[in-house]
């Protein structure tokens, strides 16, 4: 069957990741990028696609109702991924009005449009899809205990072999209540509830995944990963929040658009499905494996960066420990990652070393005073 999906969000990290997956594997389907190219936002994540015929895009804000219900019916829009949003913790922080606005009004908006279109046709809700992105966030924080954790079922967790996979017994699963402490993860959770009211109350074909943390390469640098691969090349202090003790659970960014394509073509109308690659990692120890690719990728010697560790005051409301029990997805729909975290990091700094242009032109901000002239919003 063909589709016409809107991707939102597809100029940022993940989104990147999923567009390129969809317009290259599916060339009878036509693939909407509606984006507002915020500063997280960089059409540069896709220039190996952005002529394809089965691509187009669209600079436009998720808020505009309008604008999104006339662009469902512009290009007969049958799927909608949703990814557009406020993503990084410490900003929300800072200013939690704009995640309330983008994350909430927007996915309201984009709901509601959706609403309007598809009950407007013959068919109605028949054949669509409203897929929701989410995280793991939205279920609060673990406690952290000795690793000890329930046996992976994949083949493809980390292989060192200090390295433990898990922190504690208990896991996030699907039936979690929710538990919210920063404003970012407050505003993604009542995204997530209006999405499945929508399901509830007007039978909108709607699913939501809750996706662990995300590497790999394109993601912008005020996220550990990049931002510490790039202070390392550029010998600035590597600030570690509080003890660098909290545990994040690292899933390789191809993999979540992986699951993304499984769900979206297989998953079940109004079922949540958790993603994570039983991968749990302590900051600090995450750190280390980063400066010690880095510093060998470089020709340094081993340890010459140990030293721009810097133990900084701790994020305001720091979650201890997320951890995500992946293991519904895997028995109903077979997905599993399909890297080793140790290849997945390995690719990941090589990708980073390797495109010092498009990191330079990010933390110049030359990008966006490009794309501000050559697009005008819709
Ligand atoms: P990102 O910040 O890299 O990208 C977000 C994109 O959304 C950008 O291209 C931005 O321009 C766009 N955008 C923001 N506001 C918009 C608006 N009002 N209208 C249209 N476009 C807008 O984020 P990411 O890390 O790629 O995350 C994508 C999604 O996945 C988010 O919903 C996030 O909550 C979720 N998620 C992220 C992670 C992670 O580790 N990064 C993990 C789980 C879930
Ligand atoms: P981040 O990449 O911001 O993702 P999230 O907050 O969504 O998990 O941070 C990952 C972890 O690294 C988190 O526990 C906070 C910590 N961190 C630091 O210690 N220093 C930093 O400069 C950043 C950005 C994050």
């Not at 994570?276 to 980063?290: A, H, L, R, S, T």
Request: include cysteine; charge should be negative.
């Amino acid at each position: 069957m063909k589709h016409n999906i809107i991707i939102t969000g597809g100029a940022g990290f993940i989104g990147s990741h999923v567009v390129r997956l969809f317009v290259n594997k599916y060339p009878d389907y036509h693939i909407i990028n509606v984006d507002k190219l915020t500063y997280a936002g960089n059409l540069a994540n896709l220039t190996d696609i952005e002529n394809k015929p089965n691509y187009t895009f669209v600079k436009a804000d998720i808020c505009d109702l309008d604008k999104m219900l006339g662009l469902m019916k512009e290009y007969n829009v049958d799927g909608i991924i949703h990814l557009a949003a406020e993503s990084h913790v410490d900003r929300s922080i800072k200013d939690p009005f704009t995640f309330a606005k983008t994350n909430v009004m927007g996915t309201l908006a984009l709901l509601q449009a959706a609403k309007i279109y598809w009950e407007s046709l013959p068919e109605k809700y028949e054949g669509k899809r409203f897929y929701h992105i989410s995280t793991d966030e939205v279920y609060g924080a673990l406690e952290l205990t000795d690793p000890e954790g329930i046996e992976s079922p994949f083949t493809t967790t980390a292989s060192s072999s200090e390295h433990h996979y898990a922190y504690g017994k208990e896991f996030f699963l699907e039936t979690t209540k929710y538990d919210p402490h920063s404003p970012y993860s407050a505003s993604k959770a009542a995204s997530d509830h209006f999405v499945r009211s929508y399901h509830d109350t007007y039978g909108m074909p709607t699913i939501v995944t809750n996706c662990s943390n995300n590497y790999g390469p394109y993601q912008f640098p005020e996220k550990l990963i990049p931002l510490f691969i790039n202070n390392i090349r550029h010998r600035k202090p590597l600030p570690v929040y509080g003890k660098g003790e909290n545990v994040r659970d690292w899933l390789y960014v191809v993999d979540h658009a992986r699951a993304i394509d499984t769900i979206f073509h297989e998953g079940k109308i109004a079922e949540t499905y958790n993603i994570g690659g039983f991968n749990e990692w302590k900051n600090i120890d995450i750190i280390k494996v980063i400066i010690k690719t880095v510093d060998r990728l470089l020709g340094n010697p081993e340890g010459y960066s140990d030293e721009l560790i810097t133990y900084v005051t701790d994020r305001a409301g720091h979650d201890l420990r997320y951890a995500i029990d992946s293991r519904k997805l895997q028995a109903e729909l077979g997905w599993e990652p399909s890297l080793q975290f140790e290849e997945g990091i390995e690719k990941t700094v090589r990708w980073y070393l390797d495109n010092q242009e498009w990191m330079d032109t990010i933390t110049s901000g030359e990008y966006e005073k490009y794309y501000e002239s050559m697009y005008k919003d819709r």
